[in-house]
């Protein structure tokens, strides 16, 4: 099973800031990874694909990068709807594996 | 508009067993592999169950294999879980997604059928499950 890591757990940062968060896997995934956006009591929303893709609707504002093992996640600049939990995903094996969560929390 | 309804949650005594649905509308629910994906309280996201389009192909966490069973009907656009032999680490909330699907299958990307997907894009608003006596 590959196992992901995320980094920091939380992130304390002000609206207009640059958010880094960062994943890595035990083994490489490629570039198959996805990022997800979860906002207390709702569902995850998927931003990020294939390490670099935003999905339908995502302001670029967000944007992806890595390859093999390692990934960022990076939010530009805050806006006060992004804080919240992210979450990346691999896609390369079975069985699919989420990492832990990264809070990002208004300081 | 694309929604996924999940419904069949509740409280349920260890060694119990429960069904969830979920029913598709919005998008072509035979063109899609689906999923199920829990998350305990105060945790995190948890992948539990895939099967591939036309229901030929299965896949299972190992927490869970054994235990559950995916299925689905395309005639009624509709997904389904059936738990067995429930344990309290199964409290969860229980969310039905939509896989997004790329082009026809990869070397070293998952893959459904003929088709890899590259991530879950549609969720449901999740159904819980409580397993305690």
């Known amino acids: 099973e590959i196992v992901l890591t995320q980094s920091p757990a939380t992130l304390s940062l002000s609206p207009g800031e640059r958010a880094t968060l960062s994943c890595r896997a035990s083994?490489?995934?490629?570039?198959?990874l996805a990022w997800y956006q979860q906002k207390p009591g709702q569902p995850p929303r998927l931003l990020i694909y294939?390490?670099?893709n935003r999905a339908t609707g995502i302001p670029a504002r967000f944007s992806g990068s890595g390859s093999g093992t390692d990934f960022t996640l990076t939010i530009s600049s805050l806006e006060p709807e992004d804080f919240a939990v992210y979450y990346c995903?691999?896609?390369?094996?079975?069985?699919?594996?989420f990492g832990g969560g990264t809070k990002v929390e208004i300081k | 508009e694309v929604q996924l309804l999940e419904s069949g949650g509740g409280l349920v005594q260890p060694g119990g067993s429960l069904r969830f649905s979920c029913e598709a509308s919005?998008?072509?629910?035979?063109?899609?592999?689906m999923s199920w994906v829990r998350q305990a309280p105060g945790k995190g996201l948890e992948w539990v169950s895939s099967?591939?389009?036309?229901?030929?192909?299965?896949y299972y966490a190992d927490s869970v294999k054994g235990r559950f069973t995916i299925s689905r009907d395309n005639s009624k656009n509709t997904l389904y879980l059936q738990m067995n032999s429930l344990r309290a680490e199964d409290t969860a909330v229980y969310y039905c997604?939509?896989?997004?699907?790329?082009?026809?299958?990869?070397?070293?990307?998952?893959?459904?059928?003929?088709?890899?997907?590259?991530?879950?894009?549609?969720w449901g608003q999740g159904t819980t499950v409580t397993v305690s006596s």
């Open positions: 997604a939509k896989e997004a699907r790329g082009g026809i299958t990869i070397f070293g990307v998952v893959s459904m059928g003929n088709y890899y997907y590259y991530g879950m894009d549609v």
């Open positions: 919005g998008f072509t629910f035979s063109g899609y592999a």
């Open positions: 099967i591939s389009a036309r229901g030929g192909s299965t």
């Open positions: 083994q490489s995934v490629s570039s198959y």
């Open positions: 294939d390490t670099s």
């Open positions: 995903q691999q896609r390369s094996n079975w069985p699919l594996t």
